[in-house]
């Protein structure tokens, strides 16, 4: 079993930056690539950006490229998507996801059997 817990969310005007972070623990070998999906109320969950673990490939969203950016740390199993220039379309619950397929690397969130998500971080930006 992996467990993910997200930290870095919160409240931000138009304009500002936050930095969320994914820490992993337990069964974390065989990580193929995580991620970070997002819900809006209302809405359903999308694709925001992913990165292989191993190689550092990144896809990103259209609506968040030039402004979001996912990075990793592997010596301390961590995720994390700085994003900048937020917008009120950003406010959503923000969820780590880690895969061990390809999916996410093609903006699909992973079958169950081969994805574990974290509980979500909730990122409000205001106008």
């Known amino acids: 079993q992996v467990q993910l817990v997200e930290s870095g969310g919160g409240l931000v005007q138009a304009g500002g930056s936050l930095r969320l972070s994914c820490a992993a623990s337990g069964r974390t070998f065989s990580t193929y690539a995580m991620g970070w999906f997002r819900q809006a109320p209302g809405k359903e969950r999308e694709f925001v950006a992913a990165i292989t673990w191993s190689g550092g490939f990144t896809k990103y969203a259209d609506t968040v490229k030039e402004r979001f950016t996912i990075s990793r740390d592997s010596t301390k199993n961590t995720v994390y998507l700085q994003m900048n220039s937020l917008k009120p379309e950003d406010t959503a619950v923000y969820y780590c996801?880690?895969?061990?397929?390809?999916?996410?690397?093609?903006?699909?969130?992973?079958?169950?059997?081969?994805?574990?998500w974290g509980q979500g971080t909730q990122v409000t930006v205001s106008s």
């Open positions: 996801v880690r895969d061990l397929s390809r999916a996410i690397m093609t903006g699909f969130p992973p079958s169950a059997s081969f994805g574990s």
